[in-house]
């Protein structure tokens, strides 16, 4: 008799724990979700990636309207794998600064670029297929390229990144342990997880495990963080002067110095071997380097000493590893500088012009023949009419 009330004494107090448990989930996620009137259910969990736009989707960013195809693509026309007769095909890669965060789907400099190439005659068209998205990183694009995207067939792919915020990006996730040709296979962890809801959170995951989909230990963890924070502060936010890398608060005391460079040595391994991949492929490859919009904060010098070293650190990266680049630095300082911009990194309607416009002359530049003769490379003819 006296096992029998224990074990339903036991009972009773698990279940308790559970109903406490789910009550308290319940009350969180009303908490932290608020009264916001945007959905944060556009993303979805993939095999091999964390955090995806998902496909065939409709909602709203930043107050503005927004769809994805079945690709999950950004206001994307239906696309098929096999380019048309005559297309030129650009696979645009990047975050919410290749997404166009904050701007019309037709003023992201993807679409400029579009426009710019063809308004040049010739027998191509061209079409820039934009599959950035929010939270992405180098080592995600890496990972996509490798296990889907080469089967959209591009004649030319580009990568955008913003140093600020990809560098401490990286130093949050991981790769998986089996890694072919140089790249990762599948990531794990990082910044962003979609909840057992759906919605999509920001928080520290190391998974995937299940319980860091939940609200509880989304705000647990950021409160223990920011309590470890204050009690310990690490490097590099707490004693360097000025510093811009990009942390949305709580994390900052797991961005020590070695996830920092961690962060580093990710980046450049995940586009240099996404460049390695390409050219065994015979398809052309170009980084582009958004700067943060510290570097033109002339009334900030400290700020913006320390985010053009970060630019010149990785153009030195660039240059070693033989990965090809275009840095924007100039043509938006020239056009205004900071006020380009919506925040640290996100580009105004103008930006996102000034950049399309960039791009469209460096591939000019670069790749002469398929500007003024219409030459296709990966689905049809000469690469070396354009190197």
Request: some cysteine; overall charge negative.
């Amino acid at each position: 008799m006296r096992s029998r009330l224990l074990l339903l004494a036991l009972i009773l107090f698990g279940l308790l724990a559970v109903l406490i448990l789910l009550v308290t989930e319940l009350w969180l996620r009303h908490s932290f979700l608020g009264d916001s009137n945007e959905p944060r259910d556009h993303a979805e969990e993939t095999w091999y990636l964390p955090v995806r736009l998902r496909g065939d989707y409709e909602g709203v960013m930043w107050d503005l309207p927004f769809a994805t195809n079945s690709y999950g693509f950004r206001d994307e026309p239906p696309l098929d794998p096999v380019p048309p007769v005559g297309e030129f095909r650009i696979l645009s890669l990047g975050d919410s600064i290749g997404f166009g965060l904050g701007v019309p789907s037709q003023d992201r400099y993807g679409q400029v670029l579009q426009r710019e190439l063809n308004s040049s005659p010739g027998a191509l068209r061209f079409r820039v297929v934009n599959a950035s998205g929010q939270g992405y990183s180098p080592s995600s694009y890496a990972a996509y390229i490798h296990q889907e995207g080469l089967e959209l067939n591009p004649d030319l792919v580009l990568v955008q990144i913003e140093l600020c915020n990809d560098v401490t990006d990286e130093a949050l996730l991981g790769w998986s342990s089996d890694l072919k040709a140089g790249l990762p296979q599948s990531i794990r962890g990082g910044r962003y997880v979609v909840g057992w809801d759906g919605q999509l959170l920001g928080t520290w995951a190391r998974g995937p495990y299940f319980f860091e989909k939940t609200y509880t230990y989304t705000v647990l963890l950021r409160k223990i963080l920011e309590s470890l924070y204050r009690i310990g502060p690490t490097e590099p936010f707490h004693s360097t002067r000025g510093l811009t890398y990009y942390a949305m608060g709580y994390e900052k005391f797991l961005l020590d110095r070695h996830r920092i460079d961690s962060g580093w040595s990710r980046l450049f391994g995940a586009l240099e071997g996404t460049r390695d991949l390409l050219e065994r492929e015979r398809i052309p490859f170009l980084l582009i380097l958004v700067p943060s919009r510290f570097v033109f904060r002339k009334e900030a010098p400290e700020h913006a000493l320390f985010a053009r070293k970060l630019m010149d650190r990785a153009i030195e990266q660039c240059r070693s590893r033989r990965i090809p680049y275009l840095d924007l630095s100039h043509d938006l300082g020239q056009a205004g500088g900071s006020e380009l911009y919506f925040d640290f990194a996100h580009l105004t309607g103008e930006g996102n012009r000034i950049a399309g416009r960039a791009l469209a002359r460096e591939l000019r530049r670069r790749y002469p023949g398929v500007a003024r003769t219409g030459t296709q490379t990966h689905s049809g003819t000469d690469l070396e009419a354009i190197e």
